[in-house]
């Protein structure tokens, strides 16, 4: 896999498929910090526009103290979009060098399938949702890295 850097300068370092959102023992100097998830409904992906960063994203966020993986993917699904996962999957962990810090973060990746379409209200995390077929321009900036994960999980959506 080749490199990817956003136009903020982070990194996709690598992602590495597994069914578990757990730290191997050749990462274990870093802790899980954030979730993601590429949700999926028709054959296309569920993207957030983030006003602050002014660009289109997947649902993502930080692991609070105390909170599963998972948990985290399923909060940020619904703080950041309001869909609902009835299930979610582990399929995999994502590197990242953050430029910003120069540190490295390591995140767990989930998929799901969206059932049900809910109302979509914009907030402070995302002015605006988007169902992407991966093909279509978006207007506006798609960050790179959000973009490259969802083609490297293609294999893994259902």
């Known amino acids: 896999m080749c490199a990817i850097r956003s136009r903020d300068g982070d990194l996709l370092v690598e992602f590495r498929p597994g069914v578990e959102a757990v730290v191997p023992d050749d990462l274990a ?6 979730s993601v998830v590429v949700a999926k409904r028709e054959g296309r992906v569920l993207l957030v526009y983030n006003p602050w960063r002014k660009e289109w994203e997947l649902p993502a966020g930080s692991i609070e103290p105390g ?13 950041e979009s309001g869909q609902r996962a009835a299930a979610l ?19 767990a990746v989930y998929t799901s399938q969206i059932e049900s379409l809910l109302p979509f209200q914009p ?4 002015a605006q949702m988007l169902w992407w077929d991966r093909q279509s321009p978006v207007e506006g900036h798609l960050n790179e890295i959000a973009a490259a994960l969802c083609e490297l999980v293609e294999g893994h959506l259902e």
């Open 123 to 126: 907030n402070d995390e995302a």
């Open 67 to 79: 909170e599963a993986p998972s948990d985290a993917a399923r909060r940020e699904l619904a703080e």
């Open 89 to 107: 999957r582990c399929i995999g962990l994502l590197l990242l060098h953050i430029q910003r810090g120069n540190r490295l973060e390591l995140g």
């Open 29 to 34: 100097h870093l802790k899980l910090e954030f």
